[in-house]
């Protein structure tokens, strides 16, 4: 038990360093991935599909983000895998579910990519991630000497 209590400790710490980093240097998304390549994550407007979905806006909900009612089934198959462990039928149909979930993630991420990246919200290429930062840094380095 103590294990898990200071993994979740070193968790917390860790993300929420992370996030007081980016509140820090003002950055336009919250999304590791995004920060960090530039490239959008499978799960980019998740949160935005989540806010349309508050205030009524169905269609553009599942504009920012096709798969955002998966999350509440995610939520209550995990559930379900921790109350059921010892069920192995339950087990390997609730696996099965998610599985499919994944593969509908990665199916619909491929056809987003293709459809709106990188000139549409919210799968906009993000200049400020540290990856395209460094890269056009280095690029001007060796520009200049060159």
Same mark, same amino acid.
Do not use: Q, W
């Given at each position: 038990?103590?294990?898990?209590?200071?993994?979740?400790?070193? =968790?917390?710490?860790?993300?929420? +360093?992370?996030?007081?980093? !980016?509140?820090? /240097?003002?950055?336009?998304?919250?999304?590791?991935? %995004?920060?960090?390549?530039?490239?959008?994550?499978?799960?980019?407007?998740?949160?935005?599909?989540?806010?349309?979905?508050?205030?009524?806006?169905?269609?553009?909900?599942?504009?920012?983000?096709?798969?955002? =009612?998966?999350?509440?089934?995610? +939520?209550?198959?995990?559930? !379900?895998?921790? /109350?059921?462990?010892?069920?192995?039928?339950?087990? %390997?149909?609730?696996?099965?579910?998610?599985?499919?979930?994944?593969?509908?993630?990665?199916?619909?991420?491929?056809?987003?990519?293709?459809?709106?990246?990188?000139?549409?919200?919210?799968?906009?290429?993000?200049?400020?991630?540290?990856?395209?930062?460094?890269?056009?840094?280095?690029?001007?380095?060796?520009?200049?000497?060159?």
């Amino acid at each position: 038990m103590k294990n898990k209590y200071k993994n979740f400790i070193a =968790f917390v710490l860790t993300f929420g +360093l992370y996030f007081a980093f !980016l509140e820090l /240097v003002n950055s336009g998304t919250k999304c590791i991935f %995004k920060n960090t390549t530039g490239i959008p994550c499978p799960g980019c407007g998740m949160t935005r599909s989540f806010l349309h979905l508050f205030h009524g806006e169905l269609p553009e909900a599942f504009h920012d983000h096709p798969l955002f =009612f998966t999350i509440p089934i995610i +939520l209550v198959i995990s559930l !379900l895998l921790n /109350v059921y462990k010892d069920n192995i039928k339950l087990k %390997k149909v609730l696996v099965s579910i998610l599985s499919l979930i994944v593969i509908a993630f990665v199916v619909v991420f491929i056809i987003r990519m293709v459809l709106f990246f990188p000139e549409t919200d919210p799968l906009k290429f993000y200049e400020r991630g540290i990856i395209p930062s460094v890269y056009r840094f280095v690029r001007d380095i060796i520009k200049a000497f060159s």
